[in-house]
């Protein structure tokens, strides 16, 4: 069991990183299917989220791809309401939270999936290339990551980021999940952030309101360390490899990466807990 608990903590390390989704996506049906209560599989999936999201953000941050604004404006305003969050875990019931973990995945595959741009679509709209003709625009892309020209982060109204927050802080309190799940599309959506960006600054969030949301649950007994260890010990080299693979991957195929990952993930996990929940 610690053999596949260390791996299932590699893999969520991976889709942490490369997607900005804080891994919990994985986990949390991995550790079900291990044997864990679906209480047990919301809390002890959420030590593991902070290291991976360090180790994302390291790189990220190196690349100059995080917005500093947004990630911290929503990091700050989600921590208070990720305890809460993880506090209203004892007021519902936990097989249903693990269904509404499967409906919130099947969101976010969607609407970042949706929000996709063709190669031929001016990404570079706010930045160097604009007014640039198309042709001349799928050359300039073809190639990767140069499909996001650096340029000056966005204004964001702090009352938009405070709401945004709160809102991602109190879903990744009550499902154990980092919370990316919800900001990559808010970022990429209402604040208009390029994927990589948005997937950069998600990580921060994540580690920002992970830490209050790791006491509640450790406070409330939510938490069975046999998995929770070994997910911390595999995150953090996945991690490393998932961002390896974002900061060389263009934003359109991070978009499609996303969608379709999160999509199976939510198809077969809800299948497997709506069974489980009729049954």
Known sequence: MVALTLLAGFGAGVLSALLGIGGAVVTTPAVRALGATPIDAVGSTVPAILPGAIAGTIRY????????????????????????????TTLV??????????GLMLWSGVTVVRSAPGRREATAANGPLAGVEAS???????????DEVPSRPPHHHPGLLGLLG????????????????????????PLRAPMRTAVASSLVAVAIFSIPALVAHAALGNMD????????????????V????????SDRTVRLMFGALVLILAIVYGASELRSLLG
């Open 61 to 88: 941050a190196r690349e100059g791809l995080v917005d500093w604004r947004a990630a911290l404006g929503l990091g700050l305003s989600g921590a208070v309401f990720a305890v809460l969050g993880a506090l209203a």
């Open 93 to 102: 019931d936990a097989r249903l939270l693990m269904v509404a973990t499967a």
């Open 136 to 146: 001349e625009t799928e050359d300039a892309f073809a190639d990767g990551p140069a």
């Open 166 to 189: 709160a809102a991602s802080g109190f879903v990744a309190g009550l499902l154990g999940v980092g919370g990316g799940i919800v900001m990559v599309p808010v970022l990429t959506g």
């Open 225 to 240: 360390w046999a998995f929770a260890i070994p997910l911390m010990l595999g995150v953090v080299p996945g991690a490393r």
């Open 242 to 249: 998932g961002s390896r693979i974002t900061v060389g991957s």
